[in-house]
């Protein structure tokens, strides 16, 4: 059989309208039997943050970022007509009418498929947070070596 | 066209009708044939697309009032090993 191709991509935005995005094309590339890594960096970090409980770090000025960049998928909103969660709120309904599977059940569909999260770890160095503040999904927590490793044999890189 | 299963994606749309596809597809033999239902008009591009990245045959694709009806033969599906268990 032939060697599986690969998919690469670095998911930077933490916006919801962005992940389903990136999650949509992760599932489709799973489903077409293509091996795909999601490398979560910079603001996405947040979608793959845990939803419960509090996020601990040190220092005044990285506690204040992370109550302000909470994260959490389930905090995600639009990027476009937020609206203070109204538009956001919305967009949900809109894609429930339809069927449309909900952030955290892409997610969760592509773990199931076998999409490899991986965690910038800079990111978290330069928020101050440490493994405990994501989900257990995730896979690995690595740098940029790890990502172009990935990414020079895949025929698919994607920057979101 | 006789199908040796139906699979139901009325109502769905990308990536669901695809995803659930390769995941019934993984149920069947080598040389069957599976028909799905759609209503999405995505269907008709994804579909083929899909068939010639995974290397499955598209026998053909009927359309009428209710949506499509999509015929993929099992051929020699090139997903992931812990898929098509």
């Given at each position: 059989?032939?060697e599986k191709e690969r998919v690469t991509l670095i998911v930077f935005?933490?916006?919801?309208?962005?992940?389903?995005?990136?999650?949509?094309?992760?599932?489709?590339?799973?489903?077409?039997?293509?091996?795909?890594?999601?490398?979560?960096?910079?603001?996405?970090?947040?979608?793959?943050?845990?939803?419960?409980?509090?996020?601990?770090?040190?220092?005044?000025?990285?506690?204040?970022?992370?109550?302000?960049?909470?994260?959490?998928?389930?905090?995600?909103?639009?990027?476009?007509?937020?609206?203070?969660?109204?538009?956001?709120?919305?967009?949900?309904?809109?894609?429930?009418?339809?069927?449309?599977?909900?952030?955290?059940?892409?997610?969760?569909?592509?773990?199931?498929?076998?999409?490899?999260?991986?965690?910038?770890?800079?990111?978290?160095?330069?928020?101050?947070?440490?493994?405990?503040?994501?989900?257990?999904?995730?896979?690995?927590?690595?740098?940029?070596?790890?990502?172009?490793?990935?990414?020079?044999?895949?025929?698919?890189?994607?920057?979101? | 066209?006789?199908?040796?299963?139906?699979?139901?994606?009325?109502?769905?749309?990308?990536?669901?009708?695809?995803?659930?596809?390769?995941?019934?597809?993984?149920?069947?033999?080598?040389?069957?044939?599976?028909?799905?239902?759609?209503?999405?008009?995505?269907?008709?591009?994804?579909?083929?697309?899909?068939?010639?990245?995974?290397?499955?045959?598209?026998?053909?694709?009927?359309?009428?009032?209710?949506?499509?009806?999509?015929?993929?033969?099992?051929?020699?599906?090139?997903?992931?090993?812990?898929?098509?268990?």
């Open positions: 059989m032939a935005s933490g916006e919801l309208d962005k992940a389903l995005v990136a999650f949509n094309i992760a599932i489709g590339a799973a489903s077409s039997g293509m091996e795909v890594s999601m490398f979560f960096t910079f603001w996405g970090l947040n979608i793959i943050k845990r939803n419960e409980g509090s996020i601990h770090s040190k220092g005044i000025m990285r506690r204040m970022l992370n109550m302000m960049n909470r994260g959490g998928s389930k905090r995600t909103h639009l990027s476009k007509f937020h609206m203070m969660g109204l538009g956001t709120w919305m967009m949900k309904r809109l894609m429930k009418d339809v069927n449309s599977p909900q952030l955290e059940e892409l997610m969760a569909m592509a773990k199931e498929m076998g999409v490899k999260f991986i965690a910038c770890t800079t990111t978290m160095g330069i928020m101050g947070i440490g493994k405990d503040a994501f989900i257990p999904e995730v896979n690995s927590f690595a740098g940029v070596a790890t990502y172009l490793a990935e990414a020079r044999e895949g025929k698919i890189n994607l920057f979101i | 066209m006789k199908a040796d299963a139906t699979l139901d994606c009325i109502g769905l749309y990308c990536p669901l009708p695809i995803a659930h596809t390769a995941k019934k597809l993984k149920e069947l033999e080598v040389g069957q044939v599976l028909e799905i239902l759609a209503d999405d008009e995505g269907i008709k591009e994804d579909m083929p697309a899909w068939c010639k990245t995974t290397g499955n045959e598209l026998l053909g694709i009927e359309e009428d009032a209710g949506g499509y009806r999509v015929y993929v033969r099992k051929s020699r599906f090139d997903g992931r090993a812990d898929l098509r268990e």
